[in-house]
């Protein structure tokens, strides 16, 4: 059974429409800088710059122990990859995640980019095929809470899509990196999960905010922990990416709080039309 507390009020899901849309700008403010020679922590600064300048801070530094706005992770690093010195190069597969706190409402979601430039075109294809495989997964699985009854679904949606789109020889799902609940922390209960399960997970009803990420590699889903006790990389070194949105389920339907659009765009070909939160 979930607390009642896992699911918010009207008057507290349209609290969180501002920070996703916060976090949204954040990123868009990211895409465009990714270039060739540019920085992670460059990255970072500029996320930094557009949530401040919002009038919110970064969720990611109420994290113990992290002092960064967002993680940049790239290639075989799959997600909380640490921002520094490294430079982007042409062809690098780079994912990044962010958030934004206002007014104690949290919004949460994560990007992958091929870095523009001269590289290899059977490098920039898997990559680009990897990325846009497991952007689709995550919208075969928000598409799915439009309709679902309990969250396992969810998971199997994000797995059949993968599993239908993926290039001979599949693709790996981290297992140990779920998404997650949302609202007034950054990460609540209930875990989302990318995968199947034999649980069916909790009930959708309205009130429910849920952060959804698949975050899936190229090779076998086994990964460590690098030194820096942050950024998770893949054992045998194939690249990984990772997408995210934060999702609110109401009355009306569902509001993708980390979209603009609310995801219009990308759920029309699933036949689904997200709805405005009254």
Same mark, same amino acid.
């Given at each position: 059974?979930?607390?009642?507390?896992?699911?918010?009020?009207?008057?507290?899901?349209?609290?969180?429409?501002?920070?996703?849309?916060?976090?949204?700008?954040?990123? *868009?403010?990211?895409?465009?800088?990714?270039?060739?020679?540019?920085?992670?922590?460059?990255?970072?600064?500029?996320?930094?710059?557009? $949530?401040?300048?919002?009038?919110?801070?970064? @969720?990611?530094?109420?994290?113990?122990?992290?002092?960064?706005?967002?993680?940049?992770?790239?290639?075989?690093?799959?997600?909380?990859?640490?921002?520094?010195?490294?430079?982007?190069?042409?062809?690098?597969? =780079?994912? $990044?995640?962010?958030?934004?706190?206002?007014?104690? &409402?949290?919004?949460?979601?994560?990007?992958?980019? $091929?870095?523009?430039?001269?590289?290899?075109?059977?490098?920039?294809?898997?990559?680009?095929?990897?990325?846009?495989?497991?952007?689709?997964?995550?919208?075969?699985?928000?598409?799915?809470?439009?309709?679902?009854?309990?969250?396992?679904?969810?998971? *199997?949606?994000?797995?059949?899509?993968?599993?239908?789109?993926?290039?001979?020889?599949?693709?790996?799902?981290?297992?140990?990196?779920?998404?997650?609940? $949302?609202?007034?922390?950054?990460?609540?209960?209930? /875990?989302?999960? @990318?995968?199947?399960?034999?649980?069916?997970?909790?009930?959708?009803?309205?009130?429910?905010?849920?952060?959804?990420?698949?975050? =899936? =590699?190229?090779?076998?889903?086994?990964?460590?922990?690098?030194? *820096?006790?942050?950024?998770? /990389?893949?054992?045998?070194? !194939?690249?990984? /990416?990772? &997408?995210?949105? !934060?999702?609110?389920?109401?009355?009306?339907?569902? &509001?993708?709080?980390?979209?603009?659009?609310? +995801?219009?765009?990308?759920?029309?070909?699933? +036949?689904?039309?997200?709805?405005?939160?009254?």
């Amino acid at each position: 059974m979930f607390r009642s507390s896992v699911y918010k009020t009207p008057a507290q899901l349209r609290a969180m429409v501002e920070p996703g849309l916060i976090t949204a700008a954040a990123l *868009d403010a990211v895409r465009e800088l990714i270039e060739p020679g540019v920085t992670t922590l460059e990255l970072d600064a500029e996320a930094s710059r557009v $949530i401040r300048g919002r009038g919110a801070r970064s @969720n990611f530094q109420l994290v113990r122990g992290y002092r960064h706005t967002i993680c940049a992770s790239v290639n075989e690093q799959v997600v909380h990859g640490i921002p520094g010195a490294r430079m982007l190069q042409a062809g690098d597969l =780079v994912s $990044i995640d962010a958030g934004a706190e206002l007014r104690g &409402w949290n919004g949460d979601s994560a990007i992958s980019v $091929i870095v523009p430039g001269q590289a290899p075109a059977d490098v920039v294809a898997a990559r680009q095929r990897l990325s846009d495989v497991t952007e689709g997964s995550l919208w075969a699985g928000v598409a799915t809470l439009a309709s679902a009854r309990h969250l396992g679904e969810v998971g *199997d949606a994000i797995e059949s899509y993968i599993e239908a789109n993926a290039p001979e020889g599949g693709y790996g799902i981290l297992r140990d990196y779920v998404g997650h609940g $949302i609202g007034r922390k950054m990460h609540e209960s209930p /875990s989302v999960f @990318n995968y199947r399960t034999p649980d069916v997970g909790a009930e959708v009803r309205p009130g429910l905010a849920v952060a959804i990420e698949p975050m =899936v =590699v190229a090779g076998d889903q086994a990964t460590r922990v690098e030194d *820096d006790e942050w950024t998770v /990389s893949t054992l045998d070194g !194939s690249d990984g /990416s990772h &997408w995210e949105h !934060s999702v609110a389920v109401h009355d009306g339907g569902i &509001w993708v709080l980390t979209a603009p659009d609310g +995801g219009a765009e990308k759920l029309a070909p699933f +036949g689904v039309v997200p709805k405005e939160i009254a």
